[in-house]
């Protein structure tokens, strides 16, 4: 009754608005009975300021007079427990996000109004109060400046004792729904945008500033939990846990974002807290244990995920100063693997090694005191100092020679720069180059695999990817790939089908490849446009090669010559033995496996039944009858499949079990000739694919010379 009857009235009348003050004024306790009612004068004293707020100043100096905030706060000490908080905080957000009046707004702020009523002992029991709690907290955040935020703090001589606002919202920072998350994210960085010395003296200041170790170790708990996912070994089928991937790197990516976004606030005492919390909490930790080789003892990350964090960090994070103490966590550790490497070549080559520590004290000045270029001072160099200690004590080398700055515009010293810069090169180079020796160990172990036929044709194919991939931003690059190849490998573990040899072998071919490029980018400065290959020459006047060509270019149906061909017979599923010759037979890179039936009215000539491919075949001699000859087939195809070697790794084909053919020969001596002469063409194709990759697999660049 009543609803309709302001109805019928001027709604927007100071008069109005007077009656209904004085209504909410006269409520002493809010229970069950008059809970609506209550509800009703709150909406309707929140659409009045709102009106006023932009058509009728006389209002809001109503408000004003008859301290209408203040009744906010009495109706929440007298309504404990009847359920008015929610819409009485839902009421206030709607009012203060449709404030634009400047001075509306600083009256708001002002007399304690707004810090009563964030600080009031509310029972977050799991109901809905947190959401309307935290979009009050917001509203208010979106309309504060540098102007009225001292209205929101407590000062006591020059330093914030109190900031509400923000240390209540931190209860809510890990909340387990993300709306509210988001919302919390939202509030604190419109709040580190607007904050002047004092509140950045008091978020820095512990204990409120446990909140970015906080940050740290929760983004620490989404690593364990993606490595732990990782390295899972239940039932799940492989789509499954790659899904599982995504998404859990996903909230790691987002806890980036976030620390992206305060950096980028730009403010330096901000600046330094979240970077020191992120490179102690997080990024030394994992970067120690993974350079340092540990054994995994449950309590460090995996050296894959390690490296896809530290390649997260950089990609979204980035910065001087992230980028610049990851590179000097990398230099120390390998300075500890390799300084007694120097120190014990000293004698051999004439220099001393103390040149070479020098510069690295310019690396390490350069780490930790180098300025961002927005003028932020080092954030980081006690704790790179630490290591450089423990380093230099494990080193056995005088501390005096450690705390040398290198003078750089001094003459005499740029000398012991050239010598410490060889050093560096000579070890590096060293390195490089035992991690390019085994990938090349790898990809000539794939010529005595199944699919060595392929490795040419592939390595022009991945050549031209893998360039384009070198070429393009970082920015651009998902390093969840590493992650995929985990699962990719996991997969293949056991696995000797055709399908899987095959992703073993492209993917040596893309470690290689990776390796050549960047060897000659490195020391050379370019990339490789095509891979090196030697070239066959066709062999016209040779009648032995001219026939192999013609056989090796039979297809299915085709006549061929029985000359070289080996009687036997074959099963085909259950069929009767079918008497047919074998002829294996190699040209150049080509090799085939023919079954071919006796031409009906050519004695010499055969009609081709079935073709294989040489290589994979595994000719193997039966133990318990001599006379047969199994072969394995390759069933699967490249040609007729999409690999998904670029993103998706574990896309397979449906049928994974390679074919076996059976031979009868009429004795054992037959048998082992054939086998003989299948294995003595596979090495005639071999041989031809190993003269075809020599140049590439043998080129130095030039570099032993130099």
């Known amino acids: 009754m009543l609803r309709s009857f302001w109805r019928s009235v001027d709604r927007f009348s100071v008069q109005h608005f007077k009656h209904v003050i004085s209504e909410l004024q006269q409520i002493k306790v809010v229970h069950k009975h008059n809970r609506e009612f209550v509800m009703d004068l709150l909406q309707s004293i929140v659409e009045i300021v709102t009106y006023g707020d932009r058509q009728d100043p006389l209002i809001f100096e109503c408000f004003m007079e008859h301290q209408v905030m203040a009744e906010f706060i009495c109706i929440?000490?007298?309504?404990?427990?009847?359920?008015?908080?929610?819409?009485?905080?839902?009421?206030?957000?709607?009012?203060?996000?449709?404030?634009?009046?400047?001075?509306?707004?600083?009256?708001?702020?002002?007399?304690?109004?707004?810090?009563?009523?964030?600080?009031?002992?509310?029972?977050?029991?799991?109901?809905?109060?947190?959401?309307?709690?935290?979009?009050?907290?917001?509203?208010?955040?979106?309309?504060?400046?540098?102007?009225?935020?001292?209205?929101?703090?407590?000062?006591?001589?020059?330093?914030?004792?109190?900031?509400?606002?923000?240390?209540?919202?931190?209860?809510?920072?890990?909340?387990?729904?993300?709306?509210?998350?988001?919302?919390?994210?939202?509030?604190?960085?419109?709040?580190?945008?607007?904050?002047?010395?004092?509140?950045?003296?008091?978020?820095?200041?512990?204990?409120?500033?446990?909140?970015?170790?906080?940050?740290?170790?929760?983004?620490?708990?989404?690593?364990?939990?993606?490595?732990?996912?990782?390295?899972?070994?239940?039932?799940?089928?492989?789509?499954?846990?790659?899904?599982?991937?995504?998404?859990?790197?996903?909230?790691?990516?987002?806890?980036?974002?976030?620390?992206?976004?305060?950096?980028?606030?730009?403010?330096?005492?901000?600046?330094?807290?979240?970077?020191?919390?992120?490179?102690?909490?997080?990024?030394?930790?994992?970067?120690?244990?993974?350079?340092?080789?540990?054994?995994?003892?449950?309590?460090?990350?995996?050296?894959?995920?390690?490296?896809?964090?530290?390649?997260?960090?950089?990609?979204?994070?980035?910065?001087?100063n992230i980028i610049n103490n990851v590179a000097g966590v990398i230099l120390y550790q390998f300075l500890k693997i390799n300084v007694r490497v120097l120190s014990e070549g000293n004698a051999s080559d004439g220099h001393d090694v103390k040149p070479f520590l020098k510069c690295l004290n310019e690396v390490e000045r350069i780490i930790c005191y180098a300025p961002e270029s927005n003028g932020a001072e080092n954030i980081n160099g006690n704790y790179l100092g630490a290591q450089w200690e423990d380093f230099m004590s494990g080193s056995n080398i005088s501390n005096s020679n450690s705390k040398a700055i290198w003078d750089w515009g001094c003459d005499g010293q740029n000398y012991d720069h050239i010598v410490a810069l060889k050093h560096i090169k000579r070890i590096g180079f060293r390195i490089y180059m035992t991690s390019y020796d085994q990938s090349r160990v790898r990809i000539l172990k794939e010529l005595h695999g199944i699919w060595f036929d392929h490795i040419p044709d592939t390595l022009r194919i991945e050549w031209a990817s893998c360039k384009r991939v070198l070429e393009q931003s970082s920015q651009y690059k998902d390093p969840l790939f590493m992650l995929e190849l985990v699962l990719h490998q996991q997969s293949m573990n056991g696995e000797t089908s055709s399908y899987f040899a095959w992703q073993r072998m492209v993917d040596t071919i893309k470690a290689f490849i990776l390796h050549f490029q960047l060897k000659t980018f490195i020391f050379k400065g370019v990339l490789v446009e095509k891979p090196f290959f030697n070239t066959i020459a066709s062999s016209t006047n040779d009648s032995g090669a001219s026939r192999a060509s013609d056989v090796s270019s039979a297809n299915f149906g085709s006549n061929v010559s029985l000359v070289s061909g080996m009687p036997c017979g074959?099963?085909?599923?259950?069929?009767?033995?079918?008497?047919?010759?074998?002829?294996?037979?190699?040209?150049?890179?080509?090799?085939?496996?023919?079954?071919a039936e006796k031409h009906p009215f050519r004695s010499r000539q055969g009609i081709v039944i079935a073709i294989a491919p040489l290589a994979g075949l595994r000719p193997k001699i039966?133990?318990?009858?001599?006379?047969?000859?199994?072969?394995?087939?390759?069933?699967?195809?490249?040609?007729?499949?999409?690999?998904?070697?670029?993103?998706?790794?574990?896309?397979?084909?449906?049928?994974?079990?390679?074919?076996?053919?059976?031979?009868?020969?009429?004795?054992?001596?037959?048998?082992?000739?054939?086998?003989?002469?299948?294995?003595?063409?596979?090495?005639?194709?071999?041989?031809?694919?190993?003269?075809?990759?020599?140049?590439?697999?043998?080129?130095?660049?030039?570099?032993?010379?130099?």
């Open 76 to 320: 929440l000490k007298i309504s404990e427990y009847s359920k008015i908080e929610g819409p009485l905080l839902q009421y206030l957000s709607i009012m203060i996000q449709n404030m634009d009046s400047e001075h509306s707004i600083y009256y708001c702020f002002s007399n304690n109004y707004i810090n009563s009523i964030i600080s009031h002992p509310y029972k977050f029991d799991g109901g809905d109060l947190a959401p309307y709690y935290v979009s009050f907290l917001r509203a208010i955040s979106s309309k504060i400046n540098k102007d009225t935020l001292c209205l929101l703090v407590k000062v006591r001589g020059d330093a914030v004792v109190s900031f509400p606002l923000y240390t209540e919202a931190l209860r809510f920072a890990h909340h387990e729904e993300k709306m509210i998350q988001t919302a919390i994210r939202a509030l604190i960085l419109n709040i580190y945008n607007v904050s002047d010395d004092m509140v950045y003296q008091f978020i820095s200041t512990p204990p409120v500033s446990e909140y970015f170790s906080d940050l740290v170790h929760r983004l620490r708990d989404l690593c364990f939990h993606l490595d732990a996912f990782l390295y899972d070994k239940g039932k799940m089928d492989t789509e499954k846990r790659r899904n599982g991937l995504i998404l859990q790197s996903d909230k790691i990516v987002d806890e980036l974002y976030f620390f992206k976004d305060i950096l980028s606030v730009g403010k330096l005492h901000l600046s330094r807290l979240v970077t020191e919390n992120l490179l102690n909490g997080l990024v030394f930790p994992v970067l120690f244990s993974l350079l340092a080789s540990k054994d995994n003892n449950g309590s460090d990350l995996s050296a894959i995920t390690s490296l896809y964090i530290v390649s997260r960090l950089l990609q979204v994070v980035g910065g001087r």
């Open 570 to 595: 074959i099963a085909f599923s259950n069929s009767e033995i079918r008497d047919i010759y074998v002829i294996p037979v190699a040209c150049g890179m080509i090799g085939k496996l023919l079954l």
């Open 622 to 706: 039966d133990e318990d009858h001599p006379s047969w000859l199994h072969l394995r087939i390759r069933e699967f195809d490249p040609q007729f499949y999409t690999i998904k070697t670029r993103g998706n790794h574990l896309s397979m084909p449906d049928h994974l079990t390679d074919g076996r053919w059976t031979l009868g020969f009429p004795d054992a001596r037959a048998c082992e000739e054939a086998r003989l002469a299948i294995l003595n063409e596979i090495t005639k194709q071999r041989s031809a694919v190993e003269y075809v990759l020599a140049p590439l697999l043998h080129n130095d660049l030039g570099l032993a010379e130099s």
